[in-house]
């Protein structure tokens, strides 16, 4: 096992229970025989509104297919989501599938709940048939065990090769009405969502209908998992849930622009960001968290591309790890980003400190602090592109021999 | 100095000298006070054609941009070209543009040429002042130095991290008259050229009009070049010159259709493939030469992009590097590809021996071969994406330790 992030939150956060969710993890065997965590199932009250953002990969796991079923079948409703480390399930052709059916049927009989009600994700190993009995043969005992809160064995059970269970939480207000949010997330490797992480599961207790959800849902995901890079790889299994279980006692919001939904729109991207920026302070073989701040783009996608292309760049990310303040290898990701920048209007600072302008180094510039700021563990990049008004933030981690030592191993 | 390449060639091939082309290489002291070679002069008989491919990055350099305006000027013509390493002379703003001008006029007047018939390529560092009097000091001795053949030393001046000098040569038939063609490379990181490698010089004793000459290095370059990648990365210098002096006697082509250029086409595709893939050789930190063949795709630029993707995968690359046939990965890439692709008919071969097919593994595939084929230097991967066909052949390396260590540590 490798130590634990020196980007980790010192401990795991104080996530209060949402009223009308239930969760259990065990140590089921899928794939570790060490006795670690690796199956969660969590149940949601009835009637609880269930958005999903999935992965853009046309190489999708057979739960992401099934989750895309349900929710369409169901209108944006669950009652319950049943997660599982060590295998993904993924280009496990026909055999996958119904593996995934079995551990629905399961998952339904244990809760008395419809199939359909049952949403599926899988993280691990590509490739390799589910042993669906090793999960299907605990259930009953997970559906016993079932308990408010404890989100903190459930964050562990759904870790690959995180080093640190991710977890956040947020209030807001809705009419009046204090709403709880809590949420959780994995990583660490694969990490360059087209639709949201690997796995990320996000509850409330305010009652907000489906179609009004799965907007806000998306639009917040578009600025936080969406806007996080560790190599610039697409997972097959990308899932990222929330679960409104209307216990909160709020006048239902059926309209996604609803101003009574502003305060809830905040509360939900601070857990998001939070959630998302912990995936790349897990980030495999991080040893520095960077945030990388593009404006002067031509749009706000265009921005963001540029920021990925920083972001990706193994030269820029090999730079950070050596605390190198190798603004050139910048200048040559923005030049591939294929959008629009002005060579001769491009700035660059680092650490606040502004090295480059208008298209050349800054004469004479102090280098002293740009120097300790590379050195430390969170490192600022700003650009200017000089074309227009498009602006974006985005979250990634340098590039280390940990990083090589993690995958040229693990099979994932 | 890192060790040389586990994939280097054995030596430097024999490259003949082309009728028409003298060339000289010195040890300037650009950057490097080592006494290492770091300018080349390469001298073109009057009247020669030349051809360029350029970066398409944003972000190009002085020399760059002045091939470019050079070449419009003379409508494809040239007397010379200056290479240097140690300074890329890119993102240097006004002042590089006085550089790259003062170098210009210095070749001009020891060759007693115009200036726009010298062409400039500059690679090495980014953003730092060119010290241009370096350079231009030694013109005199260059042009005194100028010789026919000599390569190697010419193939090492324009070396950075590289760490052997990479030459190739091939000779065609023109309508009865044979035709020589000789060329040179450099690496090797920084590297998915999006026009053309880094640097490469490609020399013919040929008599072949401009235009045609364009037409043809352009069809090549896709298929070679623009088929490699090493880190993803695309330098802000890329640039690729082939000249032809017309030396050989054959009677001028003038159109690139022209029947008779079928054999030269050939042997420039021979050339420009063993130099590309001598680059890859000598990607930074690689240990294995990876071929990816794409077939089945919606068109040849789709396969190649679905290459490319695989080829750039750092999950990809590292399970290479840890001899791990982890085609869950493979599978992986394809889908974030952003191209047409049938999950379910994927299929995925590794060193002749097909191990998924129809979307999932093949039952009880024999390992043994598989495992032996990635314990290798030379790594064949083949997959069919199973929607058309479009097929592609790219190039790359593994991801190690080594291109952690070289980049840390080099500020290029």
Known sequence: ??????????????????????????????????????????????????????????????????????????????????????????????????????????????????????????????????????????????????????????????MTTDTFPKGATATARIDGTTVTLAGIAKGSGMIQPDMATMLAFAFTDADIA??????????????????????????????????????????????????????????????????????????????????????GAASDPAAKRIGLAIGNSPLVKTAIAGADANWGRIVMAVGKAGERADRDRLSVAIGGTEIARDGEAVPDYDEAPVAAHMRGREIAIEVDVGVGDGRATVWTCDLTHGYIDINADYRS
């Not at 480390?85 to 339904?108: H, I, W």
């Not at 578009?222 to 806007?227: A, D, G, L």
């Not at 190599?231 to 899932?239: A, F, L, N």
């Open 1 to 158: 096992m490798p130590p634990v992030s020196p980007l980790a939150p010192e401990r795991f956060p104080d996530l209060p229970p949402i009223a009308g969710v239930r969760a259990a993890a065990k140590a089921c065997g899928v794939r570790y025989t060490t006795g670690r965590l690796d199956v969660a199932l969590i149940e949601l009250a009835p009637h609880s509104s269930v958005a999903g953002v999935f992965t853009r990969s046309l190489t999708a796991s057979a739960p992401v297919d099934w989750c895309r079923a349900a929710l369409a079948k169901t209108g944006g409703h669950g009652r319950a989501i049943l997660v599982n480390a060590g295998n993904a399930n993924a280009f496990t052709g026909k055999r996958g599938q119904e593996t995934a059916s079995a551990e629905v049927q399961a998952t339904a009989r244990a809760l008395d709940c419809g199939a359909h009600d049952v949403l599926l994700a899988s993280t691990g190993v590509i490739g390799e048939p589910m042993p669906a009995e090793r999960i299907t043969g605990h259930l009953d005992a997970l559906a016993g065990d079932l308990a408010p809160g404890g989100w903190e064995p459930v964050a562990r059970a759904i």
């Open 210 to 295: 489906p179609e009004a959800l799965r907007t806000v849902l998306r639009e917040v995901n578009e600025r936080t998992f969406n806007c996080i890079t560790v190599d610039g790889d697409t997972s097959t299994s990308d899932t990222l849930l929330l679960a409104a279980t209307g216990r909160a006692g709020n006048a239902a919001v059926t309209d996604p622009d609803d101003p009574r939904l502003a305060d809830f729109r905040r509360a939900l991207e601070a857990v998001m960001t939070d959630l998302a920026q912990q995936v790349v302070r897990d980030g495999e073989g991080a040893q520095k968290f960077v945030t990388i701040r593009v404006r």
